[in-house]
């Protein structure tokens, strides 16, 4: 389980990408750009970067509304069709008709995505249930928030893939909020506990450490690709901003946590800047290193922002082809 140096590197890169990604999207958002939706994942790269790692190309991901771009961008999906996707643009993954909320991209084995908070765990125990049916040897991850954990479909997944052995690994990130409610108020215990229930393997661990964050996942994967069945994990980090980019300027007068508090977490807690600092001090890392890996992680967005500017919009007529069947 231990990584290589060059393992590390594209760990690096990936957390760095991740960033990049969010900070754009967030900053095309403010600028009226991007006229969609926008879930900040800013100090939650830790997360989708260090899990969707653990996965091989042919795996399954189901993820949340929250990181979106970098986790499709992780798990193979091309980068351009992606953020066209997001522009709502013909050449986009889902040909504009899904945006940034609903994306899909079967073909990489992303099995899509919905506004439905805490739909996508049944959808996830459904692939692997088609998985296991047709005996592949592939895995599913499934990636959730700690309020997504408190739907009844979070019990009746694990339920069912602990009892049919089925090969999902259940990802819970725990970002302490559900929009404004703290996680806390809503769990008496720790999300991970709650594996011994299913008789499943659980664990919370560290979610601002990419590499801690790799290797439970990866554990995990090789666990279910044995045929040993699920786990759960849950992963604890601070989401940085507001629930949706520009949702906390409408609640200015009813904050739900000091600007303090989300000061001293960016200070102490930043996934990014504590795996540069680390592999800095193991010698892996140089500065010219951190300039590159910024500099390509910009130009790679910026890439396709552009492409997705350009792209051409779709036909209206085209809009509701893909919803139900066309025969
Ligand atoms: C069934 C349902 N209930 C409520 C909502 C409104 N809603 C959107 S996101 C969200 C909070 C999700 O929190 P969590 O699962 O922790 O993910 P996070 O946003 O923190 O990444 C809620 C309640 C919804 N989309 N769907
Ligand atoms: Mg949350």
Redesign the pocket.
């Known amino acids: 389980m231990e990584l290589s140096k060059e393992q590390l590197l594209e760990l690096y890169e990936h957390i760095v990408f991740a960033r990049v990604c969010e900070d754009k999207l967030v900053a095309g958002v403010r600028s009226g750009e991007i006229a969609t939706y926008v879930?900040p994942a800013q100090g939650e790269e830790a997360n989708a970067a260090g899990a969707i790692y653990a996965l091989r190309p042919d795996d399954y991901a189901v993820v949340?509304?929250?990181p979106q771009v970098s986790s499709y961008y992780f798990k193979g999906s091309d980068l351009n069709k992606i953020m066209a996707e997001v522009y709502g643009k013909k050449t986009g993954v889902c040909k504009g008709n899904g945006g940034i909320m609903h994306m899909a991209d079967y073909e990489h084995g992303l099995m899509g995505a919905l506004?439905?908070?805490?739909y996508n765990l049944p959808l996830a125990t459904g692939v692997a249930i088609a998985v296991k049916i047709r005996g592949e040897d592939k895995v599913v991850l499934n990636i959730?928030?700690?309020?997504?954990s408190g739907?009844g479909t979070f019990h009746e997944s694990l339920n069912m893939a602990s009892v049919w052995k089925l090969p999902i690994v259940f990802f819970c990130?725990n970002?302490q909020?559900?929009?404004t409610t703290r996680s806390k108020d809503s769990f008496p215990k720790a999300i991970g506990d709650r594996a011994s229930a299913y008789g499943i393997p659980g664990c919370t661990i560290d979610g601002n450490d990419i590499v801690a964050v790799y290797q439970a996942t990866k554990e995990a994967v090789d666990r279910a690709r044995r045929g040993e069945g699920p786990s759960l994990i849950e992963t604890l980090c601070y989401?940085w901003r507001a629930?949706a980019e520009g949702l906390d300027d409408m609640l200015t007068d009813r904050p739900y946590r000091s600007e303090e508090e989300v000061a001293e977490q960016q200070r102490k807690n930043d996934p990014v800047i504590l795996f540069r600092d680390k592999l800095v001090a193991q010698g892996i890392l140089t500065q010219a290193k951190i300039d590159e890996v910024a500099e390509q992680a910009s130009k790679k967005m910026d890439d396709a922002i552009e492409f997705g500017k350009k792209a051409p919009y779709p036909d209206p007529k085209e809009m509701v082809k893909d919803v139900f069947g066309t025969s």
């Open positions: 879930h949340p509304h929250r506004g439905m908070i805490g959730f928030g700690d309020g997504a739907q990130v970002n909020f559900a929009i989401r629930h």
